[in-house]
């Protein structure tokens, strides 16, 4: 759930002002249309990014070395879950890197950052998009739609905080 975060609303609006227009780049439609596993398969193999679905203590996590790229992704999730993890990894590629050295960026673990509010923004966006906020209720999503709750309200906060 994305929670207030330590910077300003403008200070994270123009972090995110930045990272929109990259998502807006990947010429997928996020945030247009909901994004699925295809995409992210699709979106990964254009990127160079090898992912692999294995069992793990943790959701899942992206990490670079030696310059390749790679995302984890614990294959005991079942949808929409596995697909929010996905896009959120993605996200950390695709905002944070390329960092120096060996990084790693583990979904669920540790405390709340400005990357990771960035990554669960990505994530919520691609699987949520603008116009099923604009044009369905809370219980529709949530009924219809089969978004867990807690996404759908992560999803209406960050529309209603930055309008995207």
């Given at each position: ?8 609303i403008?200070?994270r609006?123009q ?19 909901p994004?699925?596993e295809?995409?992210f398969?699709?979106?990964c193999r254009?990127h160079k ?6 069992p793990l203590s ?12 790679y995302?984890?992704i ?8 596995k697909?929010f ?5 993605f ?5 944070h ?7 790693a960026?583990f979904?669920?673990?540790g ?8 990554a669960d923004s ?8 603008k ?6 209720t ?16 992560q999803?209406i906060?960050?529309?209603q905080?930055?309008?995207?």
């Amino acid at each position: 759930m994305i929670h207030c975060c330590p910077y300003s609303i403008s200070g994270r609006s123009q972090n995110m002002h930045f990272s929109v227009q990259k998502f807006v780049d990947l010429k997928c439609r996020w945030n247009e249309r909901p994004l699925g596993e295809s995409d992210f398969y699709r979106l990964c193999r254009r990127h160079k990014i090898t992912v692999q679905e294995m069992p793990l203590s943790v959701s899942g996590f992206y990490y670079s070395m030696l310059g390749r790229h790679y995302i984890a992704i614990n294959s005991k999730l079942r949808p929409p879950q596995k697909l929010f993890v996905m896009f959120h990894e993605f996200a950390h590629y695709l905002i944070h890197a390329p960092d120096r050295g060996v990084t790693a960026n583990f979904h669920g673990i540790g405390r709340r950052t400005r990357k990771e509010i960035e990554a669960d923004s990505f994530a919520v966006c691609a699987l949520i998009p603008k116009p099923m906020v604009e044009n369905l209720t809370v219980q529709e999503l949530i009924e219809v739609e089969g978004m867990p709750e807690d996404l759908v309200r992560q999803r209406i906060e960050l529309y209603q905080s930055l309008s995207i």
